[in-house]
């Protein structure tokens, strides 16, 4: 190395350029092939974790809407029968449909598999058979919410589509059918399609079945393809997720695939990128390094070459430095370039540059870092920030009462739906309406004028409550609560809110009670005043009676008792079906026995109005599987019904029958005066009575009809009406058929 003093300088500086050229080639390519090798990892690595990405998107779609279907499955299943016809499921489903996107339609099956409401206005698939549907078999065997596979069908317009089904509960906990909600196949593919996969990359989304819900080749979804037999789908089925390299059915070439299964989806997820992308990607990089090694090598001898030739040369390499340095790139150059032997000078101009260098680098590190650490807490405080505005929102949308929020310039801050629906007012309006116009709507809806005076008061005082009566567009009114306050915090007024409670039902059952009470008094005061009086008369000591005089009061003694215990044993049976202690005795029977029996029961006045019995039973008619006496008491509760609503006709009951594999069914028809429509839904309600002052005439408690309900629900059956006015009624008894083995 002595020697080296000696050389001429252009010999020095080509040979102490070209040794340091040689070194970075050495390590660069050692580095590329671990770079390379890393970048390929990290490749791999992404793809993995992009897959993953893609299941928990998918998943969360997915949950999100199978979470809206089970609400509106549980919000019917909570739901009387009287508010399980088609026009309340029908806004049921349309508030779901307009509340959440996605769903191409929204249905309600029966437990017979026909789908009876739709979100739609047209009833174009009221009736429809979906007992062949891979989701109608799962519902009803699992009995809880799934997600179909990959079907086409009138429900889905006749497109590939996937459904979920959540079953519906009656109130004995029994299946009551299900709601089916067709999700669309768009948001899912806009979903799936949204990442950026790199090229020659792609992802698959396939259901339970194998078949794809999204494949780049659309071919595969609308043709429902089945590729459950894929090597990959049965990895992912018992390793839930990893990576391999498989030949697809569908694809020519080898392919490197990271897959996932969502277990409580059940739904396979892969992303696939071709092996020959990925060599594609080692060759173009290990060329391009390869390129880059000879140019550095080239560049720096002609670089040596070139300082060789001026000496200051070394100080030209340093204000290039400089520049870097002035673009914002730190990259430190081997101290070689400022070779041996030349002045000190260089090396500490060198030396100074370095140093500073180094401490910029340090400082905008600890600057970046800083910077890392603000953006994140930022980011924190956000993401809080928009958690608790969520949950307040959703806390607000899902409470039962209405609620408005008015801020300081008097108009409306907040509402959440509950508050358009009472008030029939649409969301897009009702956001900053002026509070004046709000009042203003409200007022017109209101009953009465003592009513307006009371919504007067509640923008006077700061916390006000307030009872109101509101009506419908049906013309039905609605008993609200409103409650009035003022949001403020710290002593700062922000505004004033409004709570609007709906109290209709609370009223309704105030007046239910009144009429228990009422019905009870009346009921049982008639018979007891007659045994009293009775009593009283068989007590006289001033007087003489006949035996057959006292034998005709002591026989009405023991009618009135009767009638006292018929009341309290309608009291006790009512009592068992509202709490679920109804207990029946099944057996094989013959309906004509069982009617037979019925009539015979009747009480002689109902003989002494001239009633007409007409039963046209066939012979072949199957036997029913039923408590005798509970059958028996819903029949003669039907004939009684029969004679005591007749009042222009002789009584006239004709009784018929038809059955299936399941039923018989079992119609009895009278021509008395009728129910009015209205009144249809709810004449199976206890205590509830169509003409309160016929009633009076004729008798009855109202829970007759509640009784036959519970009854034949108990039975596994059921019991319908169709009514005309003046024209008469007809009763329809469905009856399980007895099979062989019931006991």
Sequence with gaps: MHKLK??????????????????????????????????????????????????DAIEAYMSYHRNAVETLAATISASDAAFRNRESLTLKLQSLQENLAGFTGIYVV??????????????????????????????????????????????????????????????????????????????????????????????????????????????????????????????????????????????????????????DLNLIVWVSRSSAAVNAAFTESLWTTLLLLVFTLILTLLLGSLLAKRLNGTIHALVGYTQRLAGGSFAQPDQKVVPRGAPLELHQLAEHFFRMAAQIKENQSALLQLNSELEHRVEERTQRLQDEHATLNAVLESMSDAIVLIDVQHNVLYANHRMAESFAIPMGELAHMPEADLFERIAELLAEDQDTLELSKLKAEPRVQSALTVRTEQGKSRFMMVSAFQVARDGRVFGRGYVWRDRTKEHEIDALKNDLISLASHEFKTPITSIRGGVETLLRKDAQWEESFKLELLEGIHEDIGRIQDLIDEWLDISKIESGAMGIHPQALKLVAVIESARGRLPDQALV?????????PADTPLVFADKIRMEQVFLNLFINAVRYNEEHLPLIQIGTQWDEQAVYVHVQDNGIGIAAEHLAKIFDRFYRVDVSSSRQTGGTGLGLAICKGIMEAHGGAITVESEPGVGSRFTLTIPRFKEGMS
């Design 609 to 617: 109005a001239g009633l007409q019995f007409e039963c046209d039973i």
């Design 6 to 55: 000696y050389f001429s300088m252009r010999s020095h500086l080509t040979i102490t350029f070209a040794l340091m050229a040689m070194i970075p080639i050495l390590i660069l390519g050692g580095f590329q092939v671990s770079q390379i090798t890393h970048i390929t990892q990290e490749t791999n690595q992404n793809q993995r974790q992009t897959t993953y990405r893609l299941g």
């Design 110 to 263: 029966d437990d017979k598999g026909t789908i009876k409401a739709t979100q739609r206005m047209t009833t174009d698939l009221i009736g429809t058979d979906v007992n062949d549907r891979d989701y109608t078999s799962r519902v009803k065997a699992g009995q809880k919410a799934i997600i179909s596979s990959l079907f086409k069908g009138p429900e889905s317009a006749d497109q590939p589509a996937i459904a979920i089904a959540v079953p519906i509960y009656k109130g004995n906990k029994q299946v009551d059918g299900f709601v089916l909600a067709v999700l669309e196949l768009a948001p899912i593919k806009s979903l799936v399609t949204k990442y950026d996969y790199g090229s020659e990359t792609y992802p698959v989304v396939l259901d339970h079945a194998g078949r794809p819900i999204y494949h780049p080749n659309a071919a595969l979804t609308a043709s429902m393809a089945n590729l459950s037999q894929e090597p990959v789908v049965a990895d992912a089925k018992n390793q839930k997720q990893g990576e391999g390299t498989y030949t697809l059915s569908t694809s020519a070439h080898k392919e490197f695939i990271t897959y996932t299964l969502i277990p």
